[in-house]
């Protein structure tokens, strides 16, 4: 696997001179193309401010990250637009759908912000809604989908454009464990068959052990690293609680 995305020493404060609190101190690691993350921790360690980062929300006050190539920390406004447009979806705890628009029109949105004609927008949102298992609502409202329907269709709006990297924020935060367990089977089956390279934040235990990866931070540092490899997800689930315990921070079983 080759790099695609490049974390090195990253440093975020807040604050000035008189109040000062360093969210993140030097972070550096290095995500695969076809990487499936999860970022954990103790709330304030620093997990959503590094994910925040990289997506361009909050800008790093010193260090690199580099994406494809590409340094995007020192990109211009208009540049970093188009930036998270074109390299980046995204998937939110409260899906953030649109509840106007159909499922459809949800999906292929970020399509219409790129210019795609119709016909391949909707050429596109069939075949990841028939992979999802949500064909049979694109012509629905949000409002009349379950949570973990709407979580799906969050899902594809997200890999409509073949994103470089999805950057998921505790995707599972608003969902019961069902529910839960069936987004984390879809965003497994995004990864390992669709090509996905995945960055997600959770401070489940269960949640992080889908992840082939998993990176602890502690107060803004990176405190510790889990590989799955051949582990099962029970196996998984287990080292996870254990190092969050080690940690002191959270770690729902």
């Given at each position: 696997m080759s790099t695609l995305l490049q974390i090195n020493q990253v440093t975020k404060y807040y604050g000035n001179e008189k109040v000062l609190t360093k969210a993140l101190d030097g972070i550096s690691f290095k995500?695969?193309?076809?990487?499936?993350?999860?970022?954990?921790?103790?709330?304030?360690?620093?997990?959503?401010?590094?994910?925040?980062?990289?997506?361009?929300?909050d800008n790093v006050s010193g260090g690199k990250i580099v994406l494809a190539g590409e340094e995007i920390s020192s990109k211009k406004e208009h540049e970093l637009a188009k930036y998270r447009r074109d390299q980046l979806g995204f998937?939110?705890?409260?899906?953030?759908l649109?509840?106007?628009?159909?499922?459809?029109?949800?999906?292929?949105?970020?399509?219409?912000?790129?210019?795609?004609?119709?016909?391949k927008s909707a050429n596109l949102c069939r075949q990841i809604a028939t992979e999802l298992g949500i064909i049979e609502h694109l012509n629905k409202f949000?409002?009349?989908?379950?949570?973990?329907?709407?979580?799906?269709?969050?899902?594809?709006?997200?890999?409509i454009t073949t994103p470089s990297v999805i950057l998921a924020d505790e995707p599972t935060g608003a969902l019961d464990s069902t529910n839960s367990k069936k987004l984390m089977d879809t965003l497994s089956?995004?990864?390992?068959?669709?090509?996905?390279?995945?960055?997600?934040?959770?401070?489940?235990?269960?949640?992080?052990?889908?992840?082939?990866?998993?990176?602890?931070?502690?107060?803004?540092?990176l405190w510790h690293e889990l590989y799955k490899g051949d582990k099962t997800l029970q196996t998984m689930h287990k080292e996870i609680l254990a190092?969050?315990?080690?940690?002191?921070?959270?770690?729902?079983?």
């Open positions: 995500v695969m193309k076809g990487d499936f993350i999860a970022i954990m921790g103790a709330s304030g360690s620093g997990k959503s401010t590094l994910l925040n980062c990289i997506a361009t929300i998937i939110f705890q409260d899906y953030n649109l509840d106007t628009l159909t499922v459809k029109e949800n999906i292929v949105l970020p399509l219409n912000l790129q210019g795609v004609s119709e016909e949000p409002s009349e989908l379950s949570g973990g329907q709407r979580q799906r269709v969050a899902c594809a709006r997200a890999l089956l995004m990864n390992e068959k669709m090509g996905a390279t995945i960055l997600m934040v959770t401070h489940d235990a269960l949640v992080g052990a889908y992840a082939k990866r998993v990176l602890f931070l502690k107060d803004g540092k190092t969050m315990a080690l940690l002191g921070g959270e770690g729902r079983v």
